[in-house]
């Protein structure tokens, strides 16, 4: 028997994953070659103000990922994808501010052809992510921001490093133009956030207009903005509804289903993909595990899109 997770609400039963491997088997590559994906976990949860736990999410999320299988929900095969795990990231002592630095260069040192997944973490994860895409990608990248919430407050719970400052500083310290950032599924907003949305030309499509666009039109959208640059896709959970989500800090209604961000998801294919981090999963606050399998589902399915893009 597998030990209960941390906090989990599962009644005491967990999934047995006995005999199976991590990330639905999917091998490393032959010796000298380097990965199609790299997995890296951030287990810091300091930018969390409202409740904590995405700390523990990398490591429940690696353990869960064995449930899963290298078959896409469109019945594709990507099992010849090659996959490597760096385990958690080292931390310091301190908020993201403090971890910047040494975070951007370890996730900045993926190879040029293997695209990265991190895991987080709260959302700030996404400042050293988008600070190592950004070099990877020379100053050409694209970024698509899934969330309940824009994450642009300058200050916000009188920190800058708190999580609704996580795109904020993101974009700075990146250097990420805004009008090269597309927004999906928000509904919680300060005015502030509206303000620079609109001043900077951030493309907002709003969980209430989500609900209603189809994935087509939403893929000619992205692409009108991204252009020939690579995105990069950072996915905070709580865009999700709560009913589909429950695992996550700050719970936000009038989410999209889980099957709308598939589908979404699955309209990034053939675009140049340059890596996802997957954010603000909070073990402790899970319901059954539906909210760790949700963001598995995700990361399977991207990780079928790099595939299938390729092939
Ligand atoms: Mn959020």
């Excluded at 090269?180 to 509206?194: A, M, S």
Aim: with cysteine; proline share 7%; net charge negative.
């Amino acid at each position: 028997m597998t030990p209960e997770l941390p906090g989990s609400a599962a009644g005491g039963f967990d999934f047995n994953t006995e005999g199976l491997r991590p990330w639905g088997g999917l091998r490393p590559p032959a010796h000298g070659e380097s990965a199609d994906v790299r997995i890296m976990g951030v287990p810091l949860d300091r930018g969390a103000v409202y409740r904590p736990g995405a700390a523990q999410a990398p490591g429940v999320l690696r353990r869960l990922s064995a449930v899963l299988s290298s078959v896409t929900e469109h019945a594709e095969q990507f099992d010849r994808l090659t996959l490597e795990d760096r385990g958690e990231l080292p931390l310091v002592e301190g908020d993201m501010g403090a971890n910047v630095g040494a975070l951007a260069d370890a996730i900045a040192s993926t190879p040029p052809r293997t695209v990265p997944v991190v895991l987080g973490g709260d959302h700030t994860t996404v400042v050293p992510t988008l600070v190592a895409q950004q070099r990877r990608f020379n100053g050409r990248l694209a970024v698509l921001y899934i969330d309940a919430h824009p994450d642009l407050n300058d200050s916000s719970r009188r920190s800058r490093w708190s999580n609704g400052c996580a795109l904020r500083r993101g974009l700075e310290l990146a250097e990420v133009d805004p009008r090269k950032v597309v927004l999906i599924g928000q509904r919680d907003y300060d005015w502030e956030e509206v303000d620079f949305i609109r001043r900077a030309g951030v493309t907002l499509i709003t969980g209430a207009e989500a609900n209603r666009l189809d994935p087509a039109r939403f893929k000619e959208r992205l692409e009108s903005v991204v252009g020939d640059d690579a995105v990069h896709v950072s996915l905070d959970i709580d865009v999700l509804d709560p009913s589909g989500a429950p695992g996550t800090g700050i719970p936000a209604a009038g989410g999209l289903t889980s099957r709308q961000l598939l589908d979404l998801l699955h309209a990034l294919r053939g675009l140049r993909l340059a890596g996802m981090d997957l954010d603000e999963v909070s073990p402790p606050l899970d319901v059954g595990h539906v909210t760790v399998l949700a963001a598995l589902k995700c990361i399977f399915e991207f990780m079928g899109n790099v595939h299938l893009s390729r092939t």
